[in-house]
């Protein structure tokens, strides 16, 4: 059986199917304020504060921490929408009723990936915006585009590790390990703050998150990365995805 | 499988063990287009069990399910099946209207919106917060959900719990009209006037197994039986030995005798008790039938 295309259907019938999916995610996840607000709030207002406010007109400053700040905002629905709204779908009986549903096995993972995207890009704008308006930070409309594809792109890793997550906790204790793993990799990979601020130790053991690359490539676009190849950045942020999709597959097929 | 072209879906010779506990022993159950069958049986008789192997959720260790000749998992069996299970939580942020356009959106040709609603009592409803709806008003949007894609086998695990007794006659006129669409309904309830109301087709279930399985009416007969109730003076050792009477029972005034047939057992005692008064004749429900079989079971 194709699960992506079942018979009967035209592929553009089934497409929208699996944008309608999306949506559906999309508004069930923005109408959540316990979960949209963190997530389209948190990353904007702190680089308002520390990009901004208390930045004096550095440009510098202000953009190393747009590219970092976006790519702090782009890990939250990754990780939310997989590891607490996937097994809270899971319990609630909702993935149950998909697999007796005429819908394509992937439909809701992949619904699941496109609200982490569209999320993701409002990240990603927002945070240019107040970057280009405010902070004094200047990018050609390239520049713009790589970074919003850094960020678009980037949920990835998050969303497999989210699953990994969502396969492992029941959804009552995902949100807490979700932010055990979430708030100190920002941390640790020199999102809220340069890692130069930060004690030595602390940027070497750095290349072990994904979050760490997944900030060097924003970096690179604006310049400011610590000069490894991209080709080693993103080599590792497939691999890691990789492993957690075929470790949460495991686990899925034990379940 | 030797299925006639009329059934739609088929348990053949399931058998389902959790650990030490047999779910499902050697059951078999046909779902006929056009008809409504009940699965009865009480909490833990296996009913979910074999509602779960028949739409491919669990896998049976012996014997097994088909969908329209197909394994029920199969994208073109589940595109023909309506299905409502029993405890879902649908997406309390999305609205009802979403929740149907989405689902709709799954079948190559749903019902009507309209339809949708005016079938599943949705009138004033498309618009409010699935999370906000009242429980029986959720389960109306299930049940919408269940029939939107016009299924040609319709699952409907303890659909009207919760409901109202208006929205409860509503949901069984909805399902009679898809049956009589040429629908096959499975109906697992434990309410026994929901089967007596609509099934064509009773099966009674105790430890994963066939107990009993008939029309309504057949499974009444079982326990045969009318029963007599009326104020006479007739001794009840007497009765007792007429021809038809099963039992006699005598409290104060009233004498209660179960017989089948019960017509000359009336004439009798009118003959032989002008002043008899009170006089009742009563069929068996599927109820009384329902313990009755269960109870017999359970002493064996």
Redesign the interface.
Known sequence: MNTLVPTGFTRSAMLALYLRETKYEFLRVLRTPAFSVPTLVFAPMFYLLFGVLLNHGNAQAASYLMATYSVFGVMGPGLFGFGVGLAMDRERGLLTLKRVQPVPALAPLLAKVGMAMVFATCIGVVLLALGMMLGGVRLDASQAAWLLGVDILGVMPFCALGLLIGTLVNGSGAPAVVNLIYMPMALLSGLWLPLKMLPAVVERIAPLWPAWHLGQLALKVVGQDSGRPVGMHVAVLLGFTAICLFLAQRRLQRA | MNTTPDVLAHLQAARKSYGKVLALDGMDLKLHSGKVLALLGANGAGKSTAVSVM???CEAEQGGARLFDLPP????A??R?G?M?Q?????D??KVG?LL???R????EPLSVADCVAMAGLQGLLGR?YGKLSGGQQRRVQFAMAIC?RPRVL?LDEPTTGLDIEARQQMWSAIRERAAAGCAVLLTTHYLEEAEALADHVVVMQAGRTLAEGSVAQIRERVLQRRIRCNTRVDEHGIASWSGVRRVQRDGNVVEIQAEPVEPVVARLLAEDPQLSALEVQRAGLADAFLEITRAAEAA
């Open positions: 739409l491919g959720l998992l199969a994208m073109e589940r595109r099946t299905v299970l405890s879902t939580t649908l997406p942020t999305l979403e356009a989405m689902t959106g799954y079948y190559a917060r894609g699952f």
